[in-house]
């Protein structure tokens, strides 16, 4: 599986982005797939992720701002984000969790939010 991730850039405080991410290869073995981020200075974590049947988790942090979706058969996952924060400002990076193989990630893409 290999992924790619778009959609970073630079936005003021309260602003939004949508992140996407392709996916491609052997898809069908993928059974969720989300967003982590790494800040300056900070430990990567969790932004949101989705599953199989469409269940999501996110972060505390994030909850009622971001919002994760996917295509049917794991072509793509989103990330919409808005209500940006400055603490927000992070490489965002996608992951697949893959049956039988664990984590696939992506390159990450720039998310800077200037207050």
């Known amino acids: 599986v290999q992924l790619q991730a778009s959609g970073g850039g630079l936005v003021q405080a309260g602003g939004s982005l949508r992140l996407s991410c392709a996916a491609s290869?052997?898809?069908?073995?993928?059974?969720?797939m989300g967003w982590y981020r790494q800040g300056p200075g900070n430990q990567r974590e969790l932004v949101a992720v989705?599953?199989?049947?469409?269940?999501?988790r996110y972060a505390d942090s994030v909850k009622g701002r971001f919002t994760v979706s996917r295509d049917n058969g794991w072509n793509a996952v989103y990330l919409q984000m808005n209500g940006l924060k400055a603490e927000d400002t992070a490489v965002y990076c996608c992951?697949?969790?893959?049956?039988?193989?664990?984590?696939?990630w992506g390159q990450g893409t720039q998310v800077t939010v200037s207050s």
């Open positions: 992951n697949a969790k893959i049956i039988m193989r664990g984590d696939q």
């Open positions: 290869g052997s898809i069908g073995n993928i059974f969720a």
């Open positions: 989705i599953a199989d049947g469409g269940t999501t």
